[in-house]
């Protein structure tokens, strides 16, 4: 099994690991998760249909409106947040919404971001990614 590991800065705190889904296009939380499914549903966006829940989502930043934080806390609240996100450079809704479900919910989701090599270049969809926001450091396994 071939591993990769990749540095860069932790925005939230947390360990996890989970399936990586991946893609080249900006994601929007807002109206592109369901938080009650997990359920992906930006028709314009290539994830459409996929489920977020555990997974480790990696994509270059955030995209849409401010209200991107609350979707995070009510897919947190229910159960159906990704395990981790990682991104070429974090958008400061996103890294919000994280940090706000560990306020309230007390759930650490690990969201890194300024790898030392593009994350989308290096992870490919299905490989099994270990995200370590503490340490600022991405293992992926494949």
Do not use: C
């Amino acid at each position: 099994m071939e591993k990769i590991v990749i540095k860069g800065r932790g925005i939230t705190s947390g360990v996890a690991e989970g399936e990586a889904m991946v893609t080249k296009e900006a994601f929007g939380f807002s109206h592109g998760l369901e938080p009650y499914t997990g359920r992906i549903n930006d028709e314009y966006h290539e994830w459409l249909g996929q489920n977020a829940r555990g997974k480790v989502l990696v994509f270059p930043y955030g995209k849409g409106s401010t209200s991107g934080g609350l979707y995070i806390l009510e897919s947190v609240k229910h159960g159906n947040a990704p395990a981790a996100v990682i991104n070429v450079e974090v958008d400061p809704v996103i890294a919000g919404g994280f940090i706000m479900a560990k306020v309230l919910y007390g759930k650490e989701i690990p969201v890194v971001d300024r790898l030392e090599r593009n994350p989308t270049d290096v992870i490919k969809p299905g490989d099994r990614v270990r995200v370590d926001a503490n340490k600022g450091v991405v293992e992926v396994y494949r």
